[in-house]
């Protein structure tokens, strides 16, 4: 399948400071991705969808100036929590859907684990 | 009524059992159907996709889709231990619309 990357795959913060993931389709252009954070044992939760070039679309519930998302590129998508605290420590993964296999294959990147003190 | 079902277990299993893995779901719209495994702290892998009702054989994994039955099934032969994971059931439809998830089943496969 298509690679998807993420950096940095762990980040240890203090509270109020902010905090970028990177996510890179490596071996293929990403029309669309996603963005998804998980809790322990729990389910994946879509936070957002962005296509290249244009503004994300939230999820209800999800601070779009809290958690800001740029596509700048088809194989480069950026999530930035802003001001984070302490609620915000959980694994965040994005996702990507593109021109790889089959049009609507979706590859995951293999996570970031934020925890904010 | 969710639009997608799944099991969350935890499924324990002997090794070498055949395991079996479903999903269902009510919007009749959905088009694709994808299984993915998520090892703990890691993020999704993709396992299987497909689009159209019966079966999808790929070594010991089968994907099976029943369309009239909106019912969608993952089978796994040969259990082995290191397919403890959880596994998760995504449906999609055309276009750029996200995928929409099961919450996952936990297997734990014991040598």
């Known amino acids: 399948g298509a690679v998807v990357s993420q950096h940095p795959s762990w980040v240890i913060c203090k509270s109020g400071t902010s905090v970028k993931i990177e996510c890179r389709s490596l071996?293929?252009?990403?029309?669309?991705m996603f963005w998804y954070r998980q809790f322990p044992k729990q389910s994946l939760m879509l936070m957002a969808t962005?296509?290249?070039?244009?503004?994300?679309?939230?999820e209800q519930g999800v601070e779009k100036d809290k958690f800001l998302i740029n596509h700048a590129s088809l194989t480069l998508s950026t999530l930035t929590v802003t001001s984070a605290h302490p609620e915000d420590s959980s694994f965040y993964i994005c996702s990507a859907r593109g021109l790889a296999g089959g049009a609507n294959e979706q590859f995951f990147g293999p996570g970031t684990r934020l925890t904010v003190l | 009524q969710k639009e997608v079902e799944q099991d969350p277990g935890p499924l324990s299993v002997p090794e070498g059992a055949i395991v079996s893995l479903n999903c269902t779901y009510s919007n009749s719209a959905f088009q694709y159907f994808m299984w993915y495994r998520q090892y703990s702290r890691k993020g999704p892998e993709l396992l299987m996709y497909?689009?159209?009702?019966g079966n999808k054989e790929d070594g010991r994994f089968t994907a099976q889709v029943d369309k009239s039955s909106k019912y969608i099934s993952l089978f796994i032969r040969d259990s082995q231990p290191s397919d403890s994971a959880t596994y998760l059931c995504a449906l999609g439809n055309s276009g750029n619309t996200p995928l929409v998830f099961g919450k996952g089943t936990r297997l734990s496969v014991i040598a």
């Open positions: 962005s296509n290249e070039g244009s503004k994300a679309t939230y």
């Open positions: 497909t689009y159209s009702s």
């Open positions: 071996d293929f252009q990403a029309t669309t």
